[in-house]
């Protein structure tokens, strides 16, 4: 154990000791003035502290310090990646209020029923990929940076598949300190589909596909395609639901509508034993108050006192 405020734990030492010094004097005092007028062997006897309240100042101190410790818990390794399309074709109003907006709706239901110890990152495409939240299980943050998110440029959609590639599965030693290589991990794609730079989709599926990653999309937009007004113009905005089809299939996943189930049963727990440090600081706290309490119970059901 080590104290990440060490000035911390002294300090309390110090008022401790001054605390109990003053104590002491303050007592001796009162015993010499009762000693002139009564006999020594009435005087009333010292009556140390009872050992619940010495046991939580002990905690108290300890907790001043702010120690922290390396403990061993158990970890969810399973990932999961939203990839949502944030390009200029997501503001079409084929999906009310917009197709983006949709999207957005769909992650929050997505989330919903996923287990909450799994990890979920978030990578954005529109005119480039871009890792916009790393795989974590702090979903407040996650769906902060969800709701910022707003339609530009052209639809790089091989690029965002490659930037959650490299999040999901790293190249190199941090990739190898797993205890399995291949931790349960999935893309949950976002999208209209319709790709325009970047590369080739299905050609990233295929490394993706290498890489144990299964690939589930939710098309978005009607796959005629729609006119919709962007800004100051009307536009006609295309949709490829059949390029969504031949990605998920490349990488051994699959097309989802409403229902998740199937990517739920893909995200199965995996946890493995990890140590991390931890500040120890509140459980003492919490202890130390509960010692405090107790020895008040106990003063009270056997003598009728407070200490």
């Known amino acids: 154990m080590a104290f990440k405020s060490p000035e911390g734990f002294l300090l309390g030492l110090v008022l401790l000791g001054t605390g109990v010094a003053l104590l002491w004097l303050s007592h001796r005092a009162g015993q010499r003035r009762l000693g002139r007028f009564l006999d020594p062997h009435l005087l009333p006897r010292t ?14 101190l300890l907790a001043a310090g702010r120690p922290e410790a390396s403990l061993p818990w158990r970890e969810n390794l399973t990932q999961v990646m939203l990839v949502v399309d944030t390009s200029h074709s997501m503001a079409a109003d084929d999906e009310p209020p917009s197709r983006l907006e949709r999207a957005k709706a769909l992650a929050k239901a997505f989330l919903t ?27 407040e943050g996650l769906l902060e940076v969800l709701e910022a998110l707003r339609p530009q440029g052209n639809t790089a959609l091989a690029q965002g598949l490659a930037v959650a ?128 309490a107790f020895g008040a119970y106990r003063s009270l059901a056997q003598e009728g006192r407070w200490p």
């Open 47 to 60: 009556r140390p502290l009872p050992l619940p309240y010495l046991l939580g100042l002990l905690l108290l």
């Open 113 to 139: 029923g996923l287990d909450p110890s799994a990890k979920v990152g978030l990578v954005g495409f529109g005119p480039h990929g871009a890792l916009l939240f790393p795989p974590s299980t702090d979903r």
């Open 165 to 292: 590639r490299r999040a999901l599965r790293p190249e190199g030693p941090a990739g190898r300190d797993l205890p399995e290589a291949r931790p349960p991990a999935a893309l949950l794609v976002l999208s209209d589909g319709a790709a325009n730079v970047g590369g080739d989709p299905v050609e990233e599926g295929r490394a993706l596909a290498r890489a144990g990653l299964p690939v589930f999309v939710r098309p978005l937009g009607d796959p005629r395609g729609t006119v919709s007004r962007i800004g100051e113009g009307l536009f006609f905005v295309p949709a490829d639901p059949l390029g969504l089809l031949r990605l998920a299939q490349a990488t051994g996943g699959g097309v989802l509508e409403e229902d998740f189930r199937p990517l739920y049963r893909v995200l199965k727990p995996h946890r493995a034993w990890r140590r991390q440090p931890r500040d120890l600081s509140q459980a003492l706290v919490a202890a130390g108050f509960l010692l405090f």
